[in-house]
């Protein structure tokens, strides 16, 4: 059985730091594609980071460039898949899901891509 699990989230002030993980099991995720997305109260799931299999690739959405950074385990089977939020602002107030591609096409925005979703966890940032 496939499982993605996002931890690390909570609570922080405007202006600081959070890192969340995301912990694959139930096959080997070397060779997927992984991304963040979010999703606040009201809206629509956005699409947040995403790094190829190698690492080698990320791509960020234009709200959280230079503030978010992807990354992911190089060694334990690349089965962890981490999201550095540095200068975090209320707006990033959200619903954080990981999620896996295995499609091996490359990174993507794009949600219909991923196959496997974490359950979520909660950041909120306090003005």
């Known amino acids: 059985q496939v499982q993605l699990v996002e931890s690390g989230g909570g609570l922080v002030r405007a202006g600081g730091s959070l890192r969340l993980s995301c912990a694959a099991s139930g096959r080997t995720f070397s060779s997927y594609s992984m991304g963040w997305f979010r999703q606040a109260p009201g809206k629509e799931r956005e699409f947040v980071a995403a790094i190829s299999w190698s690492g080698g690739e990320q791509y960020y959405a234009d709200s959280v460039k230079g503030r978010f950074t992807i990354s992911r385990d190089t060694f334990n089977a690349q089965n962890t898949v981490y999201l550095r939020m540095n200068s975090l602002k209320p707006e990033d107030t959200a619903l954080y899901y990981c999620?896996?591609?295995?499609?091996?096409?490359?990174?993507?925005?794009?949600?219909?891509?991923?196959?496997?979703w974490g359950q979520g966890i909660q950041v909120t940032v306090s003005s």
């Open positions: 999620a896996a591609d295995p499609s091996g096409w490359g990174p993507t925005l794009e949600a219909t891509r991923y196959d496997y």
